[in-house]
């Protein structure tokens, strides 16, 4: 009844609902999308523009070379030939001289696999510092033993010798915590003593016995080192040796002693005031003089050592800015625990401090990676020191640039973007506060 | 009264040199400072028993005497005849003018692709991203000889523009793009009413003038405004004030243009900015801008939402959102690091050698220690500037620094 | 945290093993190390540069096989440390190389200011100029007011301001760090005229796609006697350095080859020069304080001649003609003291 009436007096009713329509063209899909990111204002509209035909170009210029490439030749000239004229690189360099590029000119072919193997571990060994919420701390102890794994695989030699450097760390931590509570003093004196015993027979067997002996691989010589492991071994060496020094240094910044702040001071400024070129030239013709005479270690060595100088001094800059970053509450909490100050910064100030720091740290690395192309121009054939020098010295492969300095770019872009996402990732992991 | 007595006094025990937190602090110091002077004791003795055995000597002598080679980029007068102390200098006015004009195309760069990474536009956003990735996770030095590859690749060399159909011609016959470098008209002032460089100072104190009187004119504006509320119009006024003195001082001073000409070998006349001159400024630039980027974006992400979102609430518009609340105080914020890329410019501007510009690296830190041998002096001396630079530069920042930072009262 | 600890003491540790305390001569040391350290390029073809399979190659490669040869009997016993013009003299000076044959010219400022004994000249030559052929040039005089190449780190810089100031024209110098990066800067028509040695020049010229499209104008404008190099003050290894290289010159001289000097050593023969130089007669290797045989192992690489044609000669990619490079016999300046 009601219906009908209703039916009757009021107008038209939509019992049902409609079904729901498509929102016009303009608001849906990958218009709704290209409106609101692309074109959502005139000046929008010419920065998408502008950058379309930037895009363009670049690709029109670009895609013929890589597509046109020729990778099978024994020289620019044969390469020449097969292109006849046409567009394209010459990638067959890199095919030609990867290993080269890869591992110098010097490191015994057949040996290839030693340095690769140790690049493969340097994964297994950094993984747990670098996710250490997720692996077990069990596999701390193989990144203990790490370097000296990697030192026996790329240097070669007998392994006593790194064995018996071993040996000599765990004496000296031994007798660390054997001796600590009659002072931190006594026992650091006794560790150095116990290591320094150790050290002093593994140089004695290590020189003597360089060749034959136990467990022996070919022995590669320091200078034969080259290409991108060389940049490797130089980027990875000089970071963990300088965070040890880059944390000394910070925290004698901050100490209230006044002579060991301003010796810290007068290093850590003088270093970072100073383009890392010069500290290199002082490693490759001047610390020579400043040795005693007759003395002469590998430039390799004289160069880890300049920018482990160098890096550290950076270091202790973000190691300072963590100190900086705790609640004084902190250091007054251990005082008031009496812990003494060897004990409150080995476990209250600096896991934390050393914490709010890694991202800065990881900064420095990746920069202190890229900077060790720089020994190319102390004559160190590094990878771009290997691309300036007999690559593009040789008859061969004379002229050939974009595809060497593009490849090399590439692979410093592969590492360097690789660690910094690991960087973004850990700052967001160790982000506690919620903004 | 007089029951308190002093605590009895303890004798002094060698071991309280190690237990006694009083005198510890000064036995590490002290070992510190012995450590330290005979380490340096050490050095100096070797230095000078190798020096001995060599038969060298530490002696600034060569300085004084003719350097021998040129230099083709010199902004104060040299010649080969000139002292290598006077290659030095030219090597570092080169070092400083690189270095400068890296900084200011950085930040410009920086700036623009640290705002544009925040931009709306997807395109935009991801070239911008794009750009930042590329030139952060690349070394610097192979940009440098990549850019200066493209340079020397790329552009035509000085013969295309000859003879009678050449395949290259000059920009609006005043610039012409070469791969030894750019060649602009460069202004020549004929009257002689000043000598040389007095051209320049007058044009420089004229312009300093016109800073000073536009600041006056902009705060009489302000006061009037305060007062009346009504902004009277200052766009024309400062206008005049920094065209007018200029263009009558040109007129009178006989400005003309020199342009480039193809004459000889080479283009003659106007400015020449060299093709290694542009390598490394741009490289510089290009990658410490990458760099400035991401400090920009973090300092404009730094800033609360709510700034924004206040602003627009006052209706204003994006733009001048950027401009008149983020920006201002995202300053804050990117200047520390923006002055550590300014060093980091200056410090890889010593990169130069790989190009052939001939910095302070290129004559001091090159030339003249290849020809004199002396690397001791010549690195030290090199280190020395470097230094010098460096403190300067970060004590400048930091006084800038010290007047943009927050004043909490 | 650890690990770093310990690579740091490692470094150290190795460092300490690398230190090696000893002084007394160069000869002693060398002999006692077994190998030679030689400073060579950073790579010229034809001089010195490393092939694909990392072997040092070239004549002044030679002369440091031939010394190795000499000393320890094995021409392969030798460590070639490449260094570049700047850091040369301090690998010399520091001991870091026992001798220095990277084509350096004798000057008297290296050899007396710099405390550096030239132990004769390997290789004469001179500073030459190359330009395209299209560029109309046909004398060094008419490039007023050119863009011209430099290597730096060599003499040629202060070669090159003598010979433009001297005649009264001007020039826009382009320094370059290396040989490869000249040579593209000078294809690339970024520079009129590239120079350097002229030995230089005419190996760069071999590996143009075009050589016959440049040529080398007729101005040398610089003596470049180029040669080895060691410290001052060690006389005996000067000596030994010197008298090697003697004995390659004199060897191709006196027609001994390294096909014949198996032969020629095996007993004396009617010259006897030929007989004292080889150690069948005389004593002369004991003066060195070496084996009687020692130029006979220097010579099994090849004397002088052969090393030339070997590398650089006219048959190479750098395809030089002897020139002043010949024997005083036949027009050129190479004249060894004899060997008595």
Not at chain 1, 81 to 95: H, K, M, P
Not at chain 3, 259 to 271: C, P
Request: glycine share 8%.
């Amino acid at each position: 009844m009601t219906d009908a009436t209703s039916q009757r007096t009021e107008p038209f009713v939509r019992m049902d609902m409609l079904p729901e329509q498509e929102p016009p063209a303009t608001q849906r899909g990958v218009v709704k999308w290209a409106r609101e990111n692309l074109f959502s204002s005139t000046a929008n509209s010419v920065l998408t523009v502008a950058a379309i035909v930037t895009v363009y170009y670049i690709l029109v210029s670009s895609m013929p070379w890589l597509l046109n490439g020729v990778w099978n030749s024994a020289s620019i000239r044969e390469c020449r030939e097969i292109l006849e004229g046409a567009t394209g690189g010459c990638f067959a360099v890199l095919t030609e001289r990867w290993n080269q590029l890869l591992f110098g000119f010097k490191y015994p072919p057949d040996q290839y696999w030693r340095p690769t193997l140790a690049f493969v571990l340097l994964f297994v060994a950094a993984a747990p510092v670098m996710f250490f919420k997720y692996l077990p701390s069990k596999m701390l102890i193989f990144t203990g033993l790490y370097p000296f794994i990697a030192f026996w695989l790329i240097w070669g030699g007998s392994i006593l010798t790194p064995l018996l450097v071993l040996v000599g760390f765990v004496l000296a931590a031994q007798a660390f915590t054997r001796l600590e509570h009659k002072g931190f003093a006594i026992a650091a004196l006794a560790a150095i003593a116990a290591a320094a015993v150790m050290f002093w027979l593994a140089s004695t067997i290590g020189s003597g016995g360089g060749s034959g002996g136990f467990l022996s691989l070919e022995p590669v010589q320091s200078r034969d080192m080259g290409g991108f492991m060389l940049n490797m071994i130089l980027g990875t060496v000089c970071v963990s040796l300088s965070i040890p020094f880059g944390i000394a240094l910070a925290l004698g910044r901050q100490s209230d002693m006044p002579i060991i702040k301003w010796i810290c001071v007068v290093f850590i400024e003088f270093i970072r005031g100073v383009p890392l070129i010069t500290l290199l030239f002082v490693a490759n013709v001047v610390l020579a003089y400043f040795l005693p005479p007759g003395t002469t270690f590998d430039l390799i060595v004289r160069v880890i050592i300049m920018i482990t100088a160098f890096s550290s001094a950076y270091i202790a800059e973000v190691i300072r800015g963590g100190l900086a970053a705790l609640p004084k509450g902190q250091y007054e909490a251990a005082d008031s625990l009496g812990l003494d100050y060897a004990q409150a910064m080995r476990l209250i100030i600096l896991p934390q401090a050393l914490k709010i720091s890694i991202p800065g740290i990881v900064n420095v690395a990746v920069g202190l990676f890229k900077d060790t192309t720089l020994v190319s121009v102390i004559s160190m054939f590094d990878l771009v020191g290997m691309i300036r020098g007999p690559i593009l010295a040789s008859t061969e492969w004379n002229g050939v640039y974009w595809e060497l300095f593009g490849a090399a770019a590439i692979l410093f872009f592969v590492v360097c973007y690789g660690i910094s996402q690991y960087s973004q990732w850990l700052e967001r992991e160790l982000a506690t506060d919620h903004r | 009264m007089t029951t308190m007595t002093d605590p009895p006094q303890e004798s002094f025990r060698l071991s309280m040199l190690l237990n006694d937190t009083r005198y510890r602090s000064y036995t590490f110091q002290f070992i510190a400072l012995i450590a330290l002077i005979s380490l340096i004791a050490y050095l100096g003795s070797n230095l000078v028993q190798n020096l001995r055995a060599a038969g060298l000597n530490i002696s600034y002598e060569f300085l004084g005497e003719p350097a021998g080679y040129d230099i083709n980029q010199r902004l104060i007068e040299y010649d080969s005849q000139s002292s290598h102390w006077r290659a030095s200098i030219v090597g570092i006015l080169n070092t400083l003018l690189v270095a400068f004009l890296a900084c200011v195309t950085a930040t410009i760069l920086g700036v623009a692709a640290g705002v544009l990474r925040l931009s709306n536009n997807w395109l935009v956003r991801k070239l911008m991203a794009v750009y930042v990735e590329a030139f952060r996770n690349v070394p610097v030095l192979i940009w440098i000889i990549i850019i200066f590859t493209i340079m020397t690749a790329v552009l035509p060399g000085p013969r295309a523009f000859r003879g009678d159909d050449p395949t290259a011609s000059m920009v609006l016959d005043m610039f012409a793009f070469t791969n030894r470098g750019v060649y602009v008209p460069a202004p020549e002032f004929t009257s002689g009413i000043f000598q040389g460089a007095g051209n320049w100072l007058v044009i420089l104190a004229s312009l300093v003038a016109s800073l000073f009187i536009t600041r006056w004119n902009v705060r009489r504006a302000d006061q009037v405004q305060e007062a009346t509320g009504q902004r009277p119009n200052t766009l024309w006024a400062n206008l005049a004030i920094w065209f007018v003195p200029l263009v009558a001082l040109c007129w009178i001073m006989g400005l003309t243009w020199n342009y480039p000409e193809l004459k000889g070998f080479n283009f003659a006349g106007g400015w020449t900015i060299r093709g290694s001159l542009i390598a490394l400024w741009f490289a510089l630039a290009i990658y410490t801008g990458a760099f400035i980027a991401e400090n920009v974006r973090a300092g404009i992400q730094a800033i609360s939402k709510g700034q924004t979102e206040a602003a627009a609430s006052l209706g204003l518009r994006p733009g001048r959102i950027m401009k008149l609340v983020i920006l201002p105080q995202a300053l804050r914020v990117i200047i520390p690091p923006l002055i550590s890329q300014y060093l980091n410019i200056t410090k890889n501007s010593s990169l130069a050698i790989a190009v052939g510009y001939m910095d302070i690296t290129g004559t001091l830190g090159g030339i003249t220690l290849n020809q004199t041998g002396r690397a001791i002096e010549c690195v030290l001396l090199l280190m020395l500037f470097y230094l010098i630079i460096s403190l300067s530069i970060s004590a400048v920042m930091n006084i800038y620094n010290n007047a943009v930072k927050l004043k909490e009262r | 945290m650890k690990k770093s600890v310990i690579f740091g003491a490692l470094t150290v540790a190795g460092m300490a093993a690398a230190a090696s305390v000893a002084s007394a001569g160069t000869l002693d040391d060398v002999k006692a190390r077994g190998k030679l350290n030689c400073g060579v390029t950073t790579g010229l073809v034809g001089f010195a540069a490393p092939d694909a399979n990392g072997n040092w190659d070239g004549f002044d490669v030679g002369v440091c096989r031939a010394v190795a040869a000499a000393v320890l009997g094995d021409p392969a016993a030798v460590e070639f440390v490449p260094t570049t013009g700047k850091t040369r003299f301090t690998a010399l000076a520091s001991g870091e190389i026992d001798m220095l044959a990277r084509n350096t010219t004798w000057t008297f400022s290296r050899d007396v200011d710099l405390k550096f004994e030239f132990v004769g000249v390997n290789y004469y030559d001179g500073q030459g100029f190359m330009v395209p052929k299209d560029l109309g040039v046909s004398s060094a005089k008419d490039l007023d007011g050119a863009t011209v190449c430099i290597q730096t780190g060599t003499t040629t810089e202060l070669n090159l301001a003598d010979f433009f100031r001297s005649n009264g024209i001007s020039y826009e110098p382009v320094p370059i760090e290396t040989n490869a990066e000249a040579q593209q800067q000078y294809l690339a028509g970024a520079c009129d005229v590239y120079t350097t040695d002229a030995s230089g020049l005419a190996a760069t010229r071999a590996a143009f796609e075009d050589p016959a499209g440049h040529v080398l104008l007729p101005e040398i404008v610089s003596k470049e006697p180029l040669g080895p190099l060691v410290r001052h003050g060690d006389n005996e290894w000067g000596d030994v350095v010197r008298w090697t290289l003697n004995a390659l010159i004199t060897a191709e001289e006196l027609g001994v080859t390294s096909a014949n000097v198996g032969e020629l050593a095996a007993s004396a023969g009617d010259n006897p020069e030929v007989n004292r130089l080889l150690g069948t007669e005389g004593n002369l290797g004991e003066m060195l304080g070496l084996d009687a045989d020692w130029a006979v192992k220097a010579l099994a690489g090849g004397n002088y001649g052969e090393i030339f044609e070997k590398n650089i000669g006219e048959n190479t990619p750098v395809g030089l003609a002897r020139g002043l490079n010949a024997q005083w016999t036949e027009g050129g300046l190479l004249y060894s003291p004899p060997f008595r």
